[in-house]
C-alpha cells in the first residue's frame, strides 16, 4: 500500500491537494464552489463529462445530508469516485481449459514489453507456467527486448525472425504452449500508429487465428496505456477496442504521472475495467488493480 501511495503522489499533489485547498479558501458550499471543483477534476484528466457527473451526484448527497461544512465534501468526492470504479478489480481471465491466452495490445512507447514482463513475472511467482509469443514482427528491436524480459522473468519465448506473419507467431506460440503444458500464454502485438489500419488489420487478423486454433482464444485482450497521456489514452481505447474488442486495460506509469484521474474517465465513458497497474520499473512494479485501495491511496 505505501508503494501505491508513494507512486499516487503526483496525481495527489495536483488533485487531492489542491480540493483541500478549495475547501479551505472557500468555507461556504456555493455555486462557485461546485464550479472550481468541477474545474479541479477536468484538470486532473477524469474528462468533461465524467467531472460533472461527478460533481452533480456530490451536489445530491450535500442536498440529502444536508452538509453545510466545506471540509466534508472532500470525503463526500471520495465516497462517489469509489462508487464510480467498484466493481473494477476484476483480476485477469482465466481459461478453466489451459494454456489461458492474452493478446497485449497498444501503441509503441505506453510500456508494452514492459509489462508483458512483469506479467510473466507475476504469474510465474504465483506459480503458473508462463510462455511468451513474440509477435511483433515489425521491429527487430521489439523481439530482442521481449527476449530479455523473457529472461528476466524465467520464461521461455517463442520468436520467428523479424518481417515474420505475426499470426504464424501466434499460432506456434499456441502450438508451443499446449505442447509445452503452458497455463498462460501471453502474447505481443506490434504497435506501430503511423499505419494504423493495417496495424487493426493485423491484430484483428492474429485474434482470429488464436480463435481457430482453440477456441475462445484470446480470453483476454489486455490494452497497455500510458497514464502520462491523460486523454490521448482515452483515444487510443476507442481505437483498439473497436478494432479487437479490448477486455481490460494495463494502466502503465501511474508512478510519474500527475493524471492518474484517467482511471476514473476509462472507466466511466468506456466501461473496460483497469486490471493491472504499473507503478514503476522494476520487474515487481506491476499489480493488480483495487478501486478501494487506489482511492485510500489517493486520498491519504
Ligand atoms: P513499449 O514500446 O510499449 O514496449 O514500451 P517499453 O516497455 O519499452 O517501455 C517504455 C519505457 O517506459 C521504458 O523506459 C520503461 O522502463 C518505462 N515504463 C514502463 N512501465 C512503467 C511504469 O509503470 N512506470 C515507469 N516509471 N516507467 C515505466
Known sequence: FNR???????????????ID???HR???????????LEELLVQADVGVNTA??????VRRTVRERRVEEAGELKNILKEHI?????GDSAPVNFSSVPPTVIMVVGVNGVGKTTTIGKLAYYYKSQGKKVLLGAADTFRAAAIDQLEIWAGRAGVELIKHREGADPAAVAF???QAAKARRADLLIIDTAGRLHTKSNLMEE???VGRVLDRAMPGAPHEVLLVLDATTGQNAINQTRLFGEAVGVTGIALTKLDGSAKGGVVIAIKQSLDIPVKMIGIGEGIDDLRPFNAREFVDALFV
Open 21 to 23: 485547498n478549495l475547501v
Open 4 to 18: 501505491l501511495k508513494e507512486s499516487l503522489a503526483k496525481t495527489r499533489q495536483s488533485f487531492v491537494e489542491k
Open 26 to 36: 472557500r468555507r461556504a458550499i456555493d455555486e462557485e464552489l461546485y464550479e472550481e
Open 52 to 57: 460533472a457527473d461527478l460533481v452533480e451526484r
Open 82 to 86: 469509489m462508487e464510480m470504479l467498484e
Open 172 to 174: 506456434d506460440s499456441l
Open 203 to 205: 491484430l484483428k487478423k
